[in-house]
């Protein structure tokens, strides 16, 4: 839901401003806080890829805003008394970015294409791993064949961007850089991309669905918080996103711009390494401290959540206790946040055989998130004031990122944003035990495991009464938050910020979509 922060005052600057509108020129330019890791729309999970995808490419089915699923690329489906076969009609209109028709060949090559992918940071493999055959019944007419009930299936297939199979077999995630393999269905195509530093992209005059107001769109990546509100200041951009807490006042001040806000479904968290008897970042013990259930409670009683939301991100978010804030399908009203301790914090830790504490170095971005290199330091200050001796190294997105999902790390921040409208992907994707061939746990960096969760989440998984799923996804929320698997922070708050004569509507899921910016006019 859209809130304006801010009553545009009139007069001559902003009169000044809007001669130059962007909302009267036929391109754009965006900056935005986060480069994806590839233009390939099937690479990698992560937010900043899909966000980027979303503008060129399309799924079968969409997320509704209001919730549950819409027609995409699919227009019907629906699932046989076996519960194993899905039918979909597709859309008999569409055609690609090439010209080329869109058909029932192209869902299957890109089904299958996602499991092959290599090398990516967070795979997309789990949420086709229960696909047991997918055929076409004619050009439009696809069957999908589960191998175990899966009412999840329309979640999983619509998180599955649709590709060309014009691409061919064995085409790597670099070539979409390129362009040539960037063919996809949506309201923008692929122009140009400039590792580091743009993406160019152009109105799809052809698109199936709503045409876009703009001819062309540069996308700037520009990490940096003050750069990025320097450039809007200047008016080198029309719209910012990420815009930092502390510059929300600043910004809604100035004549000419609005500042946008919403609620976000993004839950940081801190994940500890259980993967081994040792780890490789903790110093003063031969064992991994993190095995033990006391040690992982101990460091989230010593977390002051509500210090960290209103002193570093001035209010712009709420302190979590699991992974779906309230109105997410599968939030368990009875976990609340932990409550800041930190001398139970101190018991716990003796009672583990750590009265003096250990040595441990505690890593995270210092790009991706809303300030969060400063939450890496503040966590890091709270856990030595329990008794550790920590040290803090925050990195880059785009090195810290492979390196967490090649566990380099023993305490570290990561997040994980809930696009689909409900919980199960996120319990699966990342605390559920890893298990490649089941796709299970592909965002599992620190290898937690507990087979009265994975029980249950299979369970639901598995559920297709709506009130039976929910109180599984409850119950398995229950078992991995009172056994501390990872240290929930806070659920991001999401601002924009955008130039007089541009309308921003942010989605449920909190991307920066190119498609969700029109003209005021």
């Known amino acids: 839901m859209k809130t304006t922060l801010r009553t545009l005052a009139l007069g001559t ?50 997320f509704s805003d209001t919730g549950g699923f819409a027609p995409s690329l699919a227009t019907e489906w629906s699932v046989a008394e076996d519960e194993l076969t899905w039918t979909f009609s597709l859309r008999d209109d569409v055609t690609f970015h090439d010209g080329s028709p869109f058909t029932a060949d192209d869902v299957i090559f890109s089904v299958e294409r996602v499991a092959a992918i290599e090398n990516s940071p967070a795979p997309f493999a789990q949420r086709v791993a229960n696909i047991a ?31 060309s199979d014009e691409i061919g077999d064995g085409v790597g995630s670099d070539q979409f850089g390129f362009g040539d393999a960037a063919i996809g269905t949506g309201a923008y195509r692929f122009v140009s991309y400039t590792p580091g530093d743009r993406l160019v992209i152009a109105r799809n005059d052809a698109y199936w669905g709503d045409v876009p107001d703009f001819e062309e769109i540069a996308i700037r990546f520009i990490s940096s918080d003050a750069s990025r509100v320097a450039s809007l200041q200047a008016g080198e951009v029309d719209m910012i996103d990420a815009v930092p807490p502390n510059d929300l006042d600043r910004l809604r001040a100035l004549d000419g711009v609005e500042v946008i806000s919403a609620a976000s479904a993004r839950m940081v968290y801190m994940g500890f390494d259980q993967g081994g008897e040792t780890t490789p970042m903790v110093t003063g013990t ?67 055989g750590y009265p003096e504490g250990f040595g441990l170095t505690v890593h995270g971005p210092n790009d991706r998130y809303i300030n969060d290199g400063i939450v890496t330091q503040t966590v890091g200050q709270m856990w030595a004031q329990i008794g550790l001796d920590v040290g803090v190294e925050t990195l880059p997105f785009n090195v810290y990122s492979p390196r967490a999902t090649a566990r380099e790390f023993s305490a570290f921040l990561f997040s994980f944003g809930i696009t689909t409208g409900e919980t199960s992907l996120g319990l699966r994707n990342v605390l559920a035990t890893f ?22 989440l299979g369970a639901a998984f598995a559920e297709f009464d709506e009130a039976e799923r929910e109180r599984l996804l409850q119950e398995a929320a229950r078992i991995a938050m009172e056994d501390f698997a990872i240290t929930p922070l806070y659920w991001e708050g999401n601002n924009w910020a955008v130039r007089a004569g541009l309308v921003f509507t942010p989605s449920p899921d909190g991307r920066s979509l190119m498609t969700n910016l029109s003209s005021a006019d």
């Open 13 to 62: 600057a902003f009169a000044a401003l809007m001669a130059g509108s962007p909302a009267l020129a036929q391109s754009l330019t965006v900056a935005l806080q986060a480069e994806p890791s590839s233009i390939d729309p099937q690479f990698a999970t992560t937010g900043q890829n899909q966000q980027i995808a979303l503008n060129m490419f399309d799924t079968l089915v969409r």
């Open 133 to 163: 055959s997918i055929t076409a019944l004619d050009d439009y007419t696809i069957e999908v064949v589960t191998t175990d009930p899966a009412p999840t299936l329309l979640n999983d297939l619509g998180t599955i961007y649709i590709v």
């Open 286 to 352: 031969d064992a991994n401290p993190f095995l033990d259930r006391r040690v992982r409670e101990a460091l989230a009683l010593a977390i002051d959540r509500q210090a960290i939301v209103s002193r570093i991100q001035f209010d712009s978010g709420e302190p979590a206790g699991q992974f779906g804030p309230e109105g997410i399908f599968g939030h368990n009203p009875d976990l609340a946040p932990t409550e800041y301790n930190p001398e139970r914090a101190r018991e716990l830790l003796a009672e583990a």
């Open 435 to 456: 298990d490649e061939a089941r796709g299970w746990g592909s965002n599992n960096r620190f290898r937690y495991s507990n087979a009265e969760f994975d029980e249950t």
